[in-house]
């Protein structure tokens, strides 16, 4: 039976899906762009803001389920522009810094709200 995952502390789904379902003892987490949740808008600055908030929405649903970075068996990073992947790579290295988990990296023609960078995960708890 699936379990669906919420927190007011990452951004709310923008469409007709959950920010997460757990299934067992795995958690899937939906792409998280970098919306900050107190606004309900992009974090200002470009990519490298809007990975570090993507990640930070991450990292709060991890905590609403009990979870850490170290739970986090697989990431999908969608990008608009592999011009940025050095950057956005630095923003993620300061979270999964180490014991890292696996991780797809595409790029995208688009994503919602004009977002620069979608990340999502496979949490095993």
Do not use: W
């Not at 007709?16 to 792409?31: E, F, H, I, K, M």
């Not at 992009?42 to 709060?60: D, H």
């Amino acid at each position: 039976m699936k379990h669906i995952i919420h927190t007011s502390k990452a951004p709310a789904a923008i469409g007709p899906y959950s920010q997460g379902n757990r299934a067992g003892d795995t958690v899937y987490l939906s792409g998280q762009l970098g919306i900050d949740p107190a606004t309900g808008k992009l974090a200002e600055g470009g990519v490298g803001a809007q990975a570090r908030q993507s990640l930070k929405n991450v990292q709060a649903l991890l905590a609403e389920v009990g979870a850490t970075e170290k739970n986090v068996v697989k990431t999908t990073v969608f990008l608009t522009s592999m011009a940025d992947f050095q950057e956005v790579n630095e923003a993620y290295a300061a979270v999964f810094d180490t014991d890292c988990p696996a991780r797809s990296c595409v790029a995208v023609k688009e994503l919602p709200l004009n977002g620069l960078v979608e990340i999502e995960a496979i949490v095993v708890l």
